[in-house]
């Protein structure tokens, strides 16, 4: 070891070499708030609670902030990704390729559960949330040497994603083809929909906080290392694996529910 890794504190250096984990703890909150909605989604769906109402109320602003929550940190890990290439190389040469790969297979895992939804009968959903993701990965790649920019690139698809569903409410789209921007027929309502506009907004908000919290040495703000308390570590272990768990919970739920009786085998 080195004379100056010897004097470097030892914070700092868990800081550089580690993941950071209040943002794994954060995903992990999220990832629990998205399986909670699930789960509440399959007793409504199922006649199991028929009075339940998801998209109004306490439910609606639930489902709204776990999906904020989850794909703000999106644009955090992003720059933290980048910040990390820079750091070990001094530059990012091929790092936009590994973000298309990954971008592209998680728009490719998001089209196979898709499938799998519209053949259990609950509707094609042409953006859910891993294409988004997916392609935030990719589209959102340009924008990670941006601070405030993407602050203001926020507010202006929050405006116009607000505009794209006043438009769709009064009835003046009769195609799909649009929906991936956010512009709908007025009854269309797929199981999982994050269309371009506002949700791509909420991924550059991720990449501004990214950005004005982290740089190439770290966090540019105090924070105890509390990521051994086994709260938190229990909650990083589901933000780590967050994809894997996005793919299984469901059907997870339904054998659940299945085996207890609440749904006969074979529905």
């Known amino acids: 070891m080195s004379t100056a890794q010897q004097t470097m504190p030892a914070q700092a250096m868990r800081t550089r070499t580690s993941r950071f984990w209040e943002v794994d703890t954060l995903r992990g909150v999220a990832i629990v708030m998205m399986v909670i909605f699930h789960f509440m989604w399959d007793l409504w769906a199922y006649q199991i609670m028929p009075d339940l109402v998801l998209y109004a109320g306490f439910w609606k602003y639930f489902q709204r902030t776990t999906a904020s929550l989850f794909i703000v940190l ?45 053949a259990a009968g609950n509707g094609f959903a042409h953006i859910g949330v891993l294409q ?35 438009i769709s409410e009064l009835n003046l789209i009769h195609t799909t083809w649009l929906v991936f921007f956010g512009l709908t027929p007025r009854y269309y309502a797929p199981p999982d929909f994050f269309p371009i506009f506002p949700w791509f907004g909420v991924v550059l908000l991720g990449i501004f906080i ?46 659940l529910l299945m085996v207890t009786g609440f749904i006969p085998m074979g529905f």
């Not at 509390?226 to 709260?231: C, E, N, P, T, V």
């Open 74 to 118: 999106v644009g955090v890990s992003m720059t933290l990704s980048y910040r990390a290439a820079v750091r070990a190389k001094g530059n990012t040469d091929g790092l936009f390729r590994k973000f298309l790969v990954r971008g592209l297979r998680i728009i490719g895992i998001g089209v196979a559960v898709a499938v799998v939804m519209w």
């Open 132 to 166: 988004l993701i997916g392609f935030s990965i990719i589209a959102g790649y340009p924008f990670l040497r941006f601070k405030w920019l993407n602050l203001v690139l926020w507010i202006l698809f929050n405006l116009i994603g607000g505009i794209f569903i006043l």
């Open 210 to 255: 990214g950005n004005m919290a982290y740089d190439e040495q770290g966090r540019r703000f105090p924070l105890p290392e509390w990521g051994d308390f086994f709260l938190f570590r229990g909650l990083q272990f589901l933000g780590r694996h967050s994809l894997l768990i996005y793919v299984i919970h469901q059907p997870l739920l339904m054998a």
